[in-house]
């Protein structure tokens, strides 16, 4: 079946740090991909999305590149903020779009100033 | 336009209770779909309703159980609570049915089971 595998967290950065989170797939055919963050005491936002090879999402400074021959979609910033302190989710959906979102485990990120 | 919103914000029920939670999607979408976070992890589907009919679901026993109205709100029914039903459900709507539209979450229900 589908399955998303994220990098393990905490990860504490520096304001003005570089980011990267890691994040491979395992599915059939071409799925779309998608990076959702949530703030502490809030709902998942929809933070970016790929839906084909080579395709870049990116939203708010942040970005991500969808890999089919690596089967990932790390998600980068280039200058964190205190205010990306977050969880950020991995998904991905069958490019039908009729299969449920599959989740990665989340990564908290926390940065400081 | 309105976010999508839940309530209760937390509830404490016991083993064996029933619980009900509710949400309310964005006016105008006509799809609400249901999630399960254990502490730690990531949402995991419940089932979505279209129209007020199910259409899809996850692999959830039977006693999880929803509905969906006309007014664009929603509930999710749990009979006999487990321990393990201890999570924060978290609702998203979008406008059609399936998974390519953008679903907007809502900020969950956090539920503990003692």
């Known amino acids: 079946g589908n399955s998303v595998t994220q990098m393990e967290g905490p990860v504490t950065l520096s304001e003005e740090a570089f980011l990267t989170i890691n994040c491979t797939y395992t599915?059939?055919?071409?799925?779309?991909l998608f990076w959702y963050v949530q703030y502490p005491g809030e709902g998942l936002q929809l933070l970016l999305k790929a839906t084909k090879a080579d395709d870049k999402g990116s939203n708010k400074g942040f970005e991500a590149t969808y890999r089919k021959e690596t089967t990932s979609f790390h998600l980068e910033k280039g200058s964190v903020q205190v205010s990306d302190s977050a969880v950020y989710f991995c998904?991905?959906?069958?490019?039908?779009?009729?299969?449920?979102?599959?989740f990665g485990k989340g990564t908290r990120l926390s940065v400081i100033a | 336009e309105t976010g999508v919103t839940q309530s209760p914000t937390h509830l404490i029920k016991t083993r064996g209770q029933q619980v009900t939670l509710r949400c309310s999607s964005q006016?105008?979408?006509?799809?609400v779909s249901w999630y399960q976070q254990a502490l730690g992890q990531g949402p995991q589907f419940i089932f979505q309703y279209y129209r007020e009919e199910e259409n899809g679901r996850g692999n959830f026993p039977p006693r999880f159980s929803g509905l969906q109205f006309p007014n664009y709100s929603s509930e999710l029914n749990v009979n006999a609570l487990e321990l393990d039903d201890s999570a924060l459900y978290l609702c998203?709507?979008?406008?059609?049915?399936?998974?390519?539209?953008?679903?907007?979450f809502g900020p969950g229900t956090r539920l503990t089971v003692l």
């Open positions: 599915a059939t055919g071409y799925p779309s």
């Open positions: 998904a991905l959906s069958s490019s039908s779009g009729n299969t449920p979102l599959v």
């Open positions: 006016s105008g979408h006509n799809t």
């Open positions: 998203a709507s979008s406008l059609d049915s399936g998974f390519t539209d953008t679903q907007y």
